[in-house]
């Protein structure tokens, strides 16, 4: 991207947003990227590219400026915002594997937004402790969800019903206990 191009980027998106709030944007799925890379230990075995993740934040904040315009909003919630970030994340890819990693990192950026969706929702904590049999169609149902990201239709609109899905399934499931 040129200078002529970035300024007037720029100039588009502080129309929508505070310099305050693209810089902690940037820090916050940043910060969740650098956890998520301690948490599964993938030191020496994928990287994080912060070139690919500038453009993935532009984006991001492009949509998200759009959609508050179209709506005629004045800020988006948090679940669209993980949403349309998990999305992007998916379409720009910004952790890399090393060369000569091994088969099972294939699909880091979709685990990455599977974390994210999976943190936004607050439906599974790792270290609770569940019944067995909840434990196992935990289990199962997170498989289903990572299969979708890998092989389906993950613009923001879908991740976005997904977490609403789940949050509204922890609402009756709360009704009925």
């Not at 988006?76 to 000569?100: E, H």
């Amino acid at each position: 991207m040129d200078k002529k191009e970035a300024k007037k980027l720029k100039e588009e998106l502080n129309e929508s947003f505070s310099d305050e709030y693209i810089k902690n944007a940037g820090i916050l799925i940043h910060k969740l990227a650098e956890e998520f890379h301690a948490d599964y230990e993938l030191e020496d075995k994928v990287y994080f590219n912060d070139n690919i993740f500038e453009y993935c934040l532009i984006d991001i904040l492009v949509d998200i400026a759009r959609l508050k315009h179209f709506h005629d909003i004045s800020r988006v919630n948090y679940i669209k915002f993980i949403a349309y970030t998990a999305s992007w994340c998916l379409k720009r890819k910004p952790f890399q594997l090393v060369q000569g990693c091994e088969e099972k990192y294939l699909y880091v950026n979709e685990r990455f937004a599977l974390s994210l969706l999976l943190q936004a929702s607050g439906c599974y904590d790792e270290n609770a402790n569940y019944y067995a049999e909840d434990q196992k169609e935990l289990v199962e149902a997170i498989g289903q969800i990572f299969y979708h990201l890998k092989y389906r239709n993950t613009n923001p609109q879908t991740l976005e019903l997904f977490l609403i899905g789940l949050e509204t399934g922890k609402k009756v499931y709360i009704a009925d206990a």
